[in-house]
Nanobody
Framework: QVQLQESGPGLVKPSQTLSLTCTVS??????????WSWIRQPPGKGREWMGA???????YYRSSLKSRTSISRDTSKNQFTLQLSSVTPEDAAVYYC????????????RGQGTRVTVSS
């Protein structure tokens, strides 16, 4: 069973960079056919796919966030990370890491989520 756990600061100041880590167990992040993604859900809004990294290390980003988003991985720790730069209060959300095999947007396996507030 694939399990994912998000970690990172719950509070980020405006203009700073948000950095979150997803620790994966039950599967290798280099396992064939997996996509490892980040999704967020702002208060009162729907879920928004942010981007993903494939098992081969290729990255894919939501076009509206591409200029501010970076997803990377540490295969030695079986972790992948999200960095979102120049945050504003509109970036406040519950952030989830997820995984699936059918497409970039497959979130069959999802972490419990971590709430991020953007405030000075």
């Amino acid at each position: 069973q694939v399990q994912l756990q998000e970690s990172g600061p719950g509070l980020v100041k405006p203009s700073q960079t948000l950095s979150l880590t997803c620790t994966v167990s039950g599967a290798s992040i280099t396992a064939n056919n997996y996509y490892w993604s980040w999704i967020r859900q702002p208060p009162g809004k729907g879920r928004e796919w942010m981007g993903a990294i494939s098992s081969s290390g290729s990255t894919y980003y939501r076009s509206s966030l591409k200029s501010r988003t970076s997803i990377s991985r540490d295969t030695s720790k079986n972790q992948f990370t999200l960095q979102l730069s120049s945050v504003t209060p509109e970036d406040a959300a519950v952030y989830y890491c997820a995984a699936g095999t059918t497409s970039l947007y497959d979130d069959t396996h999802r972490g419990q989520g971590t709430r991020v507030t953007v405030s000075s």
